[in-house]
Every structure is written in C-alpha cells, then in structure tokens.
C-alpha cells in the first residue's frame, strides 16, 4: 500500500527534523501498528508550493506512481500576498478553490482509494500584508474556509479540519496558537508536530484498515 503526502511545507516539516515531523511519525506508526502490511509512506511535499504548482508536478509525482491514500495538504502559500504581486494573492481564492478540485478528481480518476483533505493551523500573524487591507491571518482563515465548503460538498473525501483541532488544543491547554508555531508565526513548532501526528494518525489508520480488510 502506498500513502502519498502532497502540500507545502507544513506537511514537508520545514525547520524541523525528519524524525519529529508529523508526516514521519505517521509513517512509523504505521510500520509498528501493521506488521507484515507492506505500506510505504512517501512524501511529495515541496516547501513554498501552492495548489497551482501542485497541478503541475501531479502528473509525475501522483499520476505516475500507484498510490492507494492520498494527503492533500495546501493554502498556507496560496493565501500569502507577496509585494511583488501588487495586491492580489499567490493563488486567488476562485482559483484555489478550483485546484483543490482539481487535484481530487484527478486523485480518483487515477483510482486513488482514499483521498485525505485538511485545512491548516490557525497562524498569529498580524501584520497588514503588503498593498492589501487583510492580515495574513485572516486570509489564511478565509483559504481554510474554503477548504472546509469542498469537504461539506464532497463526501466522497476525508476530512480533517486541523485548524479547528489547533483551536481547541489552545483552549484546552490555555496557550496561544504560537504555542504550535515556530517565530515566523506560519510553520510548525514540535508542539504543532504533535497535534498534527495525533489528529490525522487515527485517521490515516482507519483509512487503511478500510482498505486492507
């Protein structure tokens, strides 16, 4: 069984070490709780990546490989507004929305068994981004939402709204969301890891057992 993780740099662990990175976990959970499943964990995320540059690698990455769970992880990018874009966003939210779309149907017409969809942690980032009114926090919530309308319309997905999970996580242990992110107040602290790992593991787990029964 292959389990391919497609996103950015959240799920390809950036500043972190390997073997505390979510995705890594996951992959060594896996080989300790399924013993004798013959399961590969591969990760085809790339840092900076957004779903437009997504679409372009998934032919090669995805298309070509015989992936049975895919783990579609993206927005943290195509929401950010760079100066040189003049005001508009890495990836507008219509187009977003149409490549997280985009990239499911063709996960299933490759007869991908189960497709994984998440939102992203919540980020403190307050500044006013560059010739824009919003704050990248704010944009980041609003690509959340769009993720979260897909996985309502779609039940042929899983879902995985981490971003609420994040939330909670702070209510409940009374920290702030930089709690689970590095300084930059975008990528994962080893804390963020973790609440990553014990959100999408069971999930990830029951997937394949669906699969394997």
Known sequence: MNIYFFGDSISFGQYISVDHTWVTKI???LHKEFVGENITAINASVNGYTTRMAL????????????????????????????????????SPMAFEANIKEIICRAFQFHIKKVILRTN???PRQDI?????????????YYNSIIRKIAEEDNSIVFADIERVCIDYCKNQNCSINEIVMPDNIHLSSTGHEVYYNTMYPIIKKCVKEIIK
């Open 56 to 91: 372009e690698r998934m032919p090669y990455d995805i298309q070509s490989n015989q992936v049975d769970i895919l783990v579609i992880g993206f927005g943290m990018n195509d929401c950010n507004y760079w100066k040189t874009d003049n005001g508009v966003p890495r990836v």
């Open 121 to 123: 942690h919540p980020s």
């Open 129 to 141: 981004m560059t010739n824009t009114n919003i704050t990248y926090s704010q944009s980041n919530e």
């Open 27 to 29: 992959a060594m959970s």
